[in-house]
């Protein structure tokens, strides 16, 4: 806790509400009120370096209107990872030079991650052969009991963020190449703090009934998994902790049940430690597909799915406790080193 106090003030240096699209129809005004509201909460506690973030992230937010539309051609997500899946294993059979790392499993690569895990923080995750398990200990506030096209916010929410489960793929980016291996995500849920297991950090989950983006309420550039769950009240008129997801009805229209888990699966991307892909200025590769199709993108673009990039940049971070961007850009971004395409 020592270094978690140490780091406090960079941290509440880099504070903000991380603002995401993932989905569709911005209405530029709207838009602009949330983020308004962001930078007002942030002033109190950091200096105005951070507004400019904020400012960029809106900026990203009114060009994605144009991709409104696109998602009611809805692919489920058992499709886009057969597809994903199949390019794999076609680039395999025409290099044989890449079937070298065929065998290691991912525990022979990263450990059980017993190391880096305490034991009591609101994100856990264990190797064991070729199967990651994240644990994730979240706590749902606000509106979770009202019903989306009959299922609740709250379980919409945890379809989003079991969308981070599958089977995944290595490649000459991503792992090694042959690797092949199983992420599974456990939830453990309590409601507005009801039942919390002593000593456990959750982070909160807050369904707004309002109109807005989503977002997560973190420093840009800066991760620190200790923290997820606590300091409650940093955003002064909120009681959000950090790490906390922040998700509205909709930006401007309400969103349908597949957009709604979609975004909460992006978000769900930041609490492990993610930034955002889109509007980058990343072209489109295998590894980090940018996003602008719904059935071949990337999670943390706009219209994504989890790619085994997307897991290997949430196992560095886990491992190093680093934020992973997707650019060097004039945010407090490091692009990810186990970034290799571009
Ligand atoms: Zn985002």
């Known amino acids: 806790m020592k270094k978690n106090l140490r780091g406090r003030a960079a941290w509440l240096a880099a504070v903000m509400a991380m603002a995401c699209t993932a989905i569709l129809t911005v209405s530029a005004a709207q838009a602009t009120n949330a983020v308004d509201k962001a930078v007002t909460s942030v002033t109190t506690v950091t200096t105005t370096t951070t507004s ?20 009611t051609t809805t692919k489920p997500q058992t499709t886009t990872t057969t597809q ?7 680039s395999q059979s025409t290099d044989p030079v890449t079937i070298q790392g065929a065998g290691k499993t991912l525990e022979a690569m990263y450990g059980d991650l017993s190391a880096s895990t305490g034991g009591h923080e609101a994100i856990q995750a264990r190797i064991s052969g070729n199967t990651l398990t994240i644990d994730a200990y979240v706590n749902f506030k606000g509106a979770y009991s009202t019903k ?23 490649s000459r980016y991503d792992f090694e190449p042959g690797t092949s291996f199983t992420v599974q995500v456990h939830i453990y ?32 550039g800066y991760y ?40 909460a699966a992006h978000e769900f991307g930041h609490v ?23 059935a ?22 886990y491992t190093t406790g680093r934020y992973q961007a997707y650019v060097n850009s004039g945010l407090p971004e490091v692009k990810s080193k186990v970034i290799q395409s571009y």
């Open 296 to 317: 071949e993108g990337d999670i943390m673009g706009t219209h994504g799915h989890v790619t085994p990039n997307n897991i290997e940049m949430m196992l560095e971070a």
């Open 84 to 90: 994903f899946q199949t390019t794999t294993t076609a």
């Open 148 to 170: 989306l096209e009959g299922k609740t916010y709250a379980a919409l929410a945890k379809q989003g963020l079991r969308l981070w489960a599958g089977t995944y793929q290595g």
């Open 189 to 220: 849920d309590i409601y507005d703090g009801a039942g919390a297991r002593p000593g456990q950090n959750y982070f909160d989950f807050v369904c707004l009934a309002e109109y807005g983006r989503a977002f997560t309420f973190y420093g840009v």
């Open 224 to 263: 620190n998994r200790e923290l997820l769950g606590l300091y409650k009240g940093a955003i002064p008129d909120k009681s959000y902790t950090n790490g906390a997801i922040g998700m509205y009805r909709g930006i401007s229209g309400s969103y349908t049940a597949a957009q709604y888990v979609k975004v």
């Open 272 to 294: 492990l430690g993610l930034g955002d892909l889109y509007r980058r200025g990343v072209a489109s590769t295998q590894e980090c597909p940018q996003g602008r199709k719904y």
């Open 52 to 71: 400019t973030t904020v400012t960029a992230a809106e900026t990203t937010q009114t060009t994605t209107t144009t991709q409104s539309q696109t998602i």
